[in-house]
């Protein structure tokens, strides 16, 4: 079975390991070095990444790397962008 890796800034911490995904915690500027790493893993099938660390050209890198591998590649958004709930 493939894992699933969230790569995730440092404010989202405890969150995802907590429930027992493999959980990388990195800040921008060394983001491209740990997906590249995450992504040459084989038994990694998904990679969640938050949009956050998406700067530098980690987009275009994201890009190139996903049409030569077999695994899902996500970005979700950061919280600061989710609409608010109404109340």
């Known amino acids: 079975m ?3 890796v969230f790569i995730t800034t440092c404010d989202a911490e405890f969150g995802f390991s907590l429930a027992g995904i ?5 800040e921008p500027p ?3 070095e740990l997906l ?3 992504m040459a893993e084989p038994d990694n099938g998904l990679v969640i990444i938050d949009e ?4 530098g050209g980690l987009e275009e890198q994201m890009r190139e790397q996903e049409k030569a591998w ?3 590649l996500l ?8 609409p608010a709930e109404d109340e």
């Open 2 to 4: 493939k894992k699933i």
């Open 22 to 26: 493999t959980h990388h915690v990195v």
């Open 30 to 32: 060394g983001a491209g």
């Open 36 to 38: 590249d790493s995450v």
């Open 52 to 55: 956050r660390l998406m700067r």
């Open 70 to 72: 077999t695994g899902i």
């Open 75 to 82: 970005v979700i958004p950061s919280p600061e962008t989710l």
